[in-house]
């Protein structure tokens, strides 16, 4: 159990300490993922920076998802539950062009014309709050694999076991310190304090990034 996120990250922290002072890129999956992400790029003196994909959501249970997609309008899917709920390719097309304009958004919002970081030969490291399906980091992986990084890592954490099987292969190294096999997982749980994000809050913690940054 943590704290909150930024307690998370301060632990995420310790277990990445041996990359300071290599070149390393930590990217945050928003919104929660930049509040875990903060404590790790400042411990490790490393570029802050957002990696935005979406969960595609079911119709019928918004607060879960059949798959992710990035910005670039990159899709990864979970077939078998496509199947199991029957959604058509026109159900899936719609989803993913709605969500695809809410990831356009924040994408337009939180870079404000800035492009997204050169990864050529760099550590790259992913940061959420924790993996529920695994299809939303996995749809970040594979956004950030494109972009010819030296290496891959993604660090949560907390994690469904399902959610660890997924993308663990799918990365050079793999950090989570709590992994649970409980059968109705929510990442919320594994928190004393966990909320909802605003845009504004992710634009002060980049904002509180960039003034820490300044002194280095």
């Known amino acids: 159990m943590y704290k909150d996120r930024v307690q998370a990250g ?18 945050a999956i928003p919104r929660g993922g930049i509040q875990v992400a903060f404590p790790v790029a400042v411990r490790l003196r490393a570029l802050l920076d957002l990696v935005i994909p979406r969960k595609l959501p079911i119709p019928s249970n918004v607060e879960a998802g059949f798959g992710a997609i990035t910005a670039d309008g990159s899709r990864v899917l979970n077939d078998d539950l496509i199947v199991y709920l029957g959604l058509t390719d026109a159900e899936i097309e719609e989803i993913s ?4 304009e809410e990831v356009k958004r924040r994408e337009e919002r939180y870079r404000k014309g800035r492009p997204f970081p050169d ?5 790259v490291v992913i940061i959420d709050d924790g993996l529920a399906t695994g299809y939303t980091a996995l749809s970040a992986i594979k956004y950030v694999k494109a972009r010819s990084p030296k290496k891959v890592l993604l660090a949560v954490p907390v994690a469904s076991r399902s959610a660890e099987m997924l993308v663990k292969s799918e990365v050079d190294e793999y950090i989570c310190p709590l992994t649970s096999d409980t059968p109705w997982f929510a990442v919320a749980n594994f928190y004393e304090r966990f909320y909802d994000l605003t845009d504004e809050e ?6 509180k990034y960039e003034l820490v940054a300044e002194e280095w």
């Open 119 to 123: 990864l050529s030969d760099k550590v």
């Open 10 to 27: 301060k632990v995420l922290a310790g277990l990445l300490g041996r990359f300071e002072g290599q070149e390393t890129v930590v990217l």
């Open 97 to 100: 062009a709605r969500v695809l």
């Open 202 to 207: 992710v634009l002060q913690c980049i904002k």
